[in-house]
């Protein structure tokens, strides 16, 4: 408060002052085997607002002003959130880091026929993100090298024989 007094006269103003600080809190990072999840930010307290922008990975944010949103397409590896929180003309911000784990799909040959106890076994889209390795699911046979592309499989089993192209990362 500011107050002049002048010979017994008395003339004051005052200013208020608001401290409109606040805080985001984007939430803790994440390493997923997708290209969705979901991110939970801190809840602003209102009058505040909050939201969502993609930083790294070019995601699509579903409700930007959500604080618990869903996200989808992220890039491999690392993509990044920023969590924006407005009250006023005061903001915060935070950031989450989310790293996208996800191997490329699998990719094999369709089902055949052999007349022989030999076989081969083909991955028709070998893998840039992630290692592939086969493994019997059903029946019988030995793969001789199971992380070939082109794997030789011997002394299957009479019938079906099953077996499995998993890529990981």
């Known amino acids: 408060k500011r107050q002049v007094t002048r010979n017994g006269c008395t003339a004051a103003d005052t200013v208020v002052v608001t401290n409109n ?11 997923v085997c997708y290209d ?16 969502w922008t993609s930083l790294i990975g070019g995601a699509t944010i579903h409700t930007p002003t959500a604080y618990n949103t869903h996200v989808s397409g992220m890039a491999t590896d ?31 040959e369709n089902d055949k026929e052999v007349c022989t106890p030999e076989a081969i076994l083909v991955v028709t889209a070998p893998p840039v993100n992630g290692d592939g390795m086969w493994s019997l699911w059903n029946g019988g046979g030995n793969i001789l090298d199971p992380t070939s592309f082109n794997a030789s499989v011997e002394n299957l089993n009479p019938g079906e024989n099953t077996f499995v192209w998993t890529v990981t990362k």
């Open 78 to 108: 690392l993509n990044q959130f920023i969590w924006t929180v407005t009250k006023g003309a005061c903001t915060a911000k935070d950031t989450v880091n989310v790293w996208n784990n996800a191997p490329d799909p699998a990719v094999v």
């Open 21 to 31: 600080r606040i805080t985001a809190q984007a939430g803790i990072d994440q390493t």
């Open 36 to 51: 969705t999840t979901s991110l939970a930010a801190g809840i602003p307290i209102a009058p505040a607002t909050g939201m």
